[in-house]
């Protein structure tokens, strides 16, 4: 994977808290500690914090300095790909990008851009406060990507995805379930587990594995996504980065999360999918490069 000097990294698209001082406060979200649930948090798919997020109400971080991100990331800088919030910045801007294009397209649906942001150690949002050992999460309520970059570190350390493009796998799932969002998928799934509580992690499953998929479509265009001049952001991209974006989905299954943390394999705590599920439906995805392939609803899973 190479990504284009000559690109312009819009950090607009970033929401740059890192130094915002967000705590843990009294209640907050209890969170999903990455051994436990499943890698990938995803949406949070637990009703009790979407309730939770209601009566909290929206984020309370402030904006931390968005001048330096821009400074950090600007072409002035010739480091600024060898940088991590850079990096990201510009794969959130391809992602984006994508779907700006691809959602009323594929879906009939007008795409609505939303931040990343960036914190370190916890992160207060319209879904809860949240600690660093959730993992990177998706807030429906805020509608808002959440991730702490030193994520990728325990990533690659402890479950072995080390791969460059795990990281905008990573981005690319979080954002499919923006995706769901604006299409109303996750609120009907909401709806689903609220009428059915024992098929809640059934349905959590389903709707992880099509944010894989949704990645995937993704991952498949990407190298046909530019900034906003009309500048390719990727200049290669080869089977070689699917393979780690492939690792990386592979590392974070429910499965394989259990097996590394010293557990018994128990899928009746599943909520992301095994890892062959994970692969099986990014690489639908990336195989057909059409969103209308990734219902995973109504296929078996």
Excluded at 292 to 301: E, G, K, L
Aim: glycine share 12%; aromatic share 8%.
């Amino acid at each position: 994977m190479e990504l284009n000097k000559d690109a312009d990294i819009d950090t607009s698209q970033v929401t740059d808290a890192r130094g915002s001082g967000g705590s843990l406060g009294g209640g907050g979200l209890g969170g999903i500690p990455i051994p436990v649930g499943g890698g990938i948090v995803g949406t949070l798919i637990v009703i009790g914090l979407v309730i939770l997020g209601s009566v909290l109400g929206p984020r309370l971080y402030d904006d931390g300095d968005q001048g330096n991100l821009a400074q950090q990331c600007s072409t002035a800088n010739p480091d600024r790909l060898n940088e991590a919030e850079c990096r990201n910045t510009l794969y959130v801007n391809s992602i984006q990008n994508y779907w700006q294009r691809s959602l009323p397209e594929t879906f009939g649906k007008p795409y609505q851009a939303t931040d990343t942001v960036f914190f370190s150690q916890a992160v207060s949002t319209g879904c809860g406060t949240a600690d660093s050992g959730v993992g990177p999460f998706y807030c429906p309520l805020d509608r808002h990507v959440y991730i702490d970059l030193s994520f990728y570190d325990e990533l690659a350390r402890r479950f072995g995805a080390k791969g460059a493009f795990a990281q905008p796998y990573v981005l690319a799932h979080e954002y499919g379930h923006h995706i769901q969002n604006l299409l109303g998928i996750s609120a009907d799934v909401r709806r689903q587990q609220e009428r059915d509580p024992d098929g809640a992690n059934q349905l959590s499953i389903r709707l992880e594995l099509q944010a894989d998929c949704l990645a995937g479509v993704w991952a498949k265009h990407a190298s046909s996504t530019t900034d906003a001049k009309g500048v390719p952001i990727f200049t290669r991209l080869t089977q070689a980065d699917i393979d780690e974006a492939l690792n990386a989905a592979a590392a974070i299954g429910d499965d394989q999360i259990q097996k590394k943390s010293g557990m018994q394999v128990d899928e009746r705590k599943f909520t992301h999918g095994t890892a062959q599920q994970r692969q099986a439906w990014f690489s639908n995805g990336y195989n057909s490069g059409d969103g209308r392939q990734c219902d995973t609803f109504s296929r078996a899973v």
